[in-house]
């Protein structure tokens, strides 16, 4: 059975190089729309590993409380927010009390500051951010080397800062930052700690940051309207839910909203965001499934009708191999064999292109690649129904000739 087989596969890849312009006209056809199908999935999946790698980081039982809950913000007309001002967050963390939890505060305080090393300086594209001792933990942050603020560095304002890795490969690409000084609009921090990598988040570098004390920041860059941010991180997930109604009531109190008003603030838990991502996902694995039948669709009429062709031309030799005794099902299995490797063949170079392609977009606009073998698998189960659909009447056809009419055939 298994010398049948092989022989088969051997007979069929000897046709295919004796009509080997046909063949690849055939395998460019399948490998277009699998090159589409593994395209947008390795996108998709690229995006979803960017996403949820940025958000989870920040851990599944964390949340924040914002001016707006920007990411489910509809687009129509609603009451403009007040900024969430010092005052209030200041009032909000020492009101807030929910066991287990503990609460930062943090704005951005410019995203256009120049940063100074000795003769050294970077381009004024640094963002500067302001925070307190709990706010490198709560936001899901990790020290490479040194070490983060502590309560005394905060409360004394002491003129200390934390990088982003980025200022490894620019400012001190060739000495230890730990320790050094740096100016900021004119102040000298030491540095007291390297943030590890974090990436870009949509071509956003989040590796050029420095963090400086809250109230230092404030000093430094003040501004009207100035917004704050407070994160929340519960101790265990399952308090995630009672620490944001907590939360939820004691932000209504320090904004002095009365039972009937709604709030005037956005509270996002981290877990939200990646089930919204998620949900979204959904929609576009739809779109790539709907791709995948119109691959198979379109694939299966022009690899039916090149196979037909190919019987066809071939009448002649399957009168040859059933006067030689060859059976029905011996001749179908050798067109059905041959249909299958056109279809594998696409299924293959249409991978390798989608992959490629995928590669291209993701690098393009900063996603990490990821390989979807999802996509692969799902990109030669394609190919390999698409050579089922188109293969099985033309070995049919084959099979039913009659011998005498077709050694007749010229």
């Avoid at 409380?65 to 990411?71: A, C, E, G, L, M």
């Avoid at 320090?254 to 939200?272: H, W």
């Avoid at 694939?299 to 190919?310: E, F, H, Q, Y």
Wanted: charged share 20%; with cysteine; net charge neutral.
């Amino acid at each position: 059975m298994f010398k049948l087989f092989r022989e088969n596969i051997r007979v069929a890849l000897g046709s295919i190089r004796t009509q080997l312009l046909r063949t690849v006209l055939t395998v460019l056809i399948i490998a277009i729309g699998i090159m589409a199908l593994v395209g947008i999935l390795t996108v998709v999946a690229a995006l979803e590993n960017e996403l949820t790698s940025n958000f989870a980081s920040m851990g599944a039982n964390t949340f924040t409380i914002n001016q707006y809950d920007y990411s489910s913000r509809s687009s129509e007309e609603e009451k403009p927010h007040p900024a969430i001002t010092f005052q209030q967050a200041r009032d909000f963390k020492e009101r807030f009390s929910y066991p287990f939890s503990t609460c930062s505060l943090s704005f951005a305080a410019t995203s256009s500051a120049e940063v100074r090393y000795e003769s050294e300086k970077t381009d004024p594209e640094i963002t500067i951010m302001g925070v307190d001792n709990l706010f490198i933990t709560n936001s899901g942050l990790e020290i490479q080397s040194g070490r983060d603020f502590t309560g005394f560095d905060i409360e004394n304002n002491n003129y200390t800062c934390i990088l982003g890795s980025d200022f490894l490969k620019g400012l001190f690409k060739n000495t230890q930052p730990i320790g050094k000084t740096i100016s900021i609009r004119g102040a000298r921090f030491k540095v007291i700690g390297v943030l590890k990598e974090r990436g870009s988040t949509f071509g956003n570098s989040q590796d050029l940051r420095v963090f400086i004390p809250i109230q230092i920041a404030r000093s430094l860059f003040s501004m009207p309207n100035t917004n704050y941010t407070i994160s929340v991180m519960a101790g265990r997930n399952e308090l995630l839910n009672a620490a944001v109604d907590n939360a939820t009531i004691t932000m209504r109190d320090v904004r002095k909203l009365s039972p009937v008003e709604q709030n005037d603030f956005g509270v996002v838990r981290s877990d939200d965001l990646i089930n919204r991502v998620m949900e979204i996902s959904v929609y576009l694995d739809g779109a790539a499934f709907l791709i995948s039948i119109i691959t198979i669709f379109g694939s299966s009429i022009a690899l039916m009708n090149i196979m037909i062709v190919s019987v066809t031309e071939r009448t002649r030799e399957i009168g040859v191999r059933k006067a030689l005794g060859a059976k029905k099902t011996t001749i179908a299995v050798q067109f059905f064999i041959e249909t299958l490797v056109i279809g594998q063949l696409g299924g293959f170079v249409g991978s390798i292109f989608g992959l490629l392609i995928g590669y291209i977009i993701s690098s393009f606009i900063g996603f990490a690649f990821v390989i979807p073998w999802g996509a692969i698998v799902w990109a030669f189960v394609v190919s390999f129904l698409v050579a089922i659909a188109s293969g099985l009447y033309p070995a049919i056809k084959a099979a039913k000739l009659d011998p005498i009419e077709a050694l007749r055939y010229e």
